[in-house]
């Protein structure tokens, strides 16, 4: 089982950047494809970016691609979430996830493991 606990949230305004955090507890981190989540009140839960085991691949959201960078480091058992020029309607809770699968990365249901989340909220 892995535990992930995210951090790094806050309150910014909007052009403002964050860098969100994801520690796992588990020694087989680099088996283990790595997402992050957000949902915004009254919203689903919604697909942000995803990084494969190796960084080989990445993918993100529309919304979010270009102003957020996802990237990991094994060694340290930590994903990270890179999110510049923040815009108001990025305020969420922000959640990571963990996946053996690779495919439909987007899914909620793809993901086995949850993080507790981290309040992001963007200010205009």
């Known amino acids: 089982q892995v535990q992930l606990v995210a951090s790094g949230g806050g309150l910014v305004q909007a052009g403002g950047s964050l860098r969100l955090s994801c520690a796992a507890s588990?020694?087989?981190?680099?088996?283990?494809?790595m997402g992050w989540f957000r949902q915004a009140p009254g919203k689903e839960r919604e697909f942000v970016a995803f990084?494969?085991?190796?960084?080989?691949?990445?993918y993100y959201a529309g919304s979010v691609k270009g102003r957020f960078t996802i990237s990991r480091d094994n060694d340290k058992n930590m994903v990270y979430l890179q999110m510049n020029n923040l815009k108001p309607e990025d305020t969420a809770l922000y959640y990571c996830?963990?996946?053996?699968?690779?495919?439909?990365?987007?899914?909620?249901?793809?993901?086995?493991?949850w993080g507790q989340g981290t309040q992001v909220t963007v200010s205009s």
């Open positions: 588990v020694r087989i981190f680099d088996r283990y494809n």
């Open positions: 990084i494969s085991r190796s960084s080989s691949s990445t």
């Open positions: 996830a963990a996946s053996w699968s690779s495919t439909n990365y987007a899914q909620v249901r793809t993901y086995t493991e």
